[in-house]
């Protein structure tokens, strides 16, 4: 019996006299037995559990897991945190087991492996016969007027203030999916969704205060915002659309996270994030990367300063996070069946990790969308980051598909009511 099963092993900690430590989060929260990918790694947080010296893993009936390799335990000088890497044999099947966790600290949790949806919509990408529409959550329609404000939570609504939530939800967008596709559109791509706890107003811009409500400040990465709605109302959204022909792209960011995400409470490492005190600021250039001129100053200003004093900048060239951040991706991919990713602020992000990124999510979805934001008015800087370019470093993103700002801005502006009648021309050599 699972349950007297538990119940022994926290006997034996008791009585063995040796602390037993909390664990606070396990990430991912569970993972698929059959994927192309083997490899797994798990961050555990708790107090002081990077004590632990021995993982051992048991099925339900407390007989040892032989398909589950523990292959090495990671530590970091933080010691509430412990990395288990561990490989899946290829005869995995889906189940419940506990990872035993022992040393100066004692401890279990337990995991589910699940089969894969292989019927899944997101094999179906998107290309450039669709027609987005970007809309924000919190400022499209507010379906739920009971998830406005909720206890514990750093902001609620205040329709008020421009700068402030103003109660916008995942049921508003459910409500509306008809409203949607009278409109001719084909795919939704809302701004992240993700848990944004942040205060009522973390910054200033041109005069105005502002706060998380657009999304990109995460405070928790396996978490809708329950302002939004939960886990399971965005899996429901998606599904809904699919049903109506509709296909959904999530917006994600691998280049910051809020300030209050609890990395930032208590990092994982000291090198987690970039030192704000070295970098600074981002100086927003990113025409710097595809530049042969470029000077390493700014370079890593572009890509190790803070995008905003309250989005702490991550550092992907630690393998750890990089992982942490590619099987992020591939698990919402996989609880959700969305039919795409938009990757915010691709070209501030490290190159290298982007490339690693795109080759896993395609790995197990070869025709899964993908496209990166590249905010650049010159089309060298934006091709740079397309799959196949000729760069003149040699690196090729394999990415997809990017966003064709020069050609956007340039009808934006020969169509503007201000319009010298030249800017015309402006379309016509921006695609030349």
Known sequence: NQTLRKIYVLLFFIFSNIAFSDIL??????WWCDFNARKLELLVYGPKIGSTSRVEVVDKKGRSAGEIIIDRLKKTDNPNYLFIEITLKDNMKPG??????????????SYTFLSRNKENDHALGFDASDVFY???????????NSNDNIKGMRCGTNRKVPGERHGGDLKGVSDKLNYLKDLGITTIWMTPVFENDMPVSYGEYAGQIYGAYHGYAATDMYQIDRRFGTNDDYRTLVDKAQKMGLKVVMDVVHNHVGSYHWWALDPPKKDWFHDMDIYGITNYENVVIADPYSSEYDIEKLT???????????????????????QHSLWWIEYSGINGIRMDTYPYVNKEHMKVWCDAVLNEY????????????????????QDDFMSNDNYDSNLPSVIDFPVSFSIRNALSHNANPNAIREIHSTLS
């Open 304 to 326: 190790k300063g803070y995008f905003d004093k309250a989005m702490p900048d991550l550092n992907q060239e630690d393998p750890l996070l990089s992982k942490y951040l590619v």
């Open 25 to 30: 989060r396990v990430e991912p929260p569970n």
């Open 96 to 109: 419940e087991f506990d990872f035993i966790l022992s040393g100066d600290s004692q401890n279990y949790f």
């Open 366 to 385: 070869p025709k899964f969308g993908l496209v990166g934001e590249a905010w650049a008015l010159g089309p060298v800087s934006v091709a740079y980051w």
């Open 134 to 144: 970007l809309l924000m959550p919190d400022r499209f329609s507010n379906g739920d």
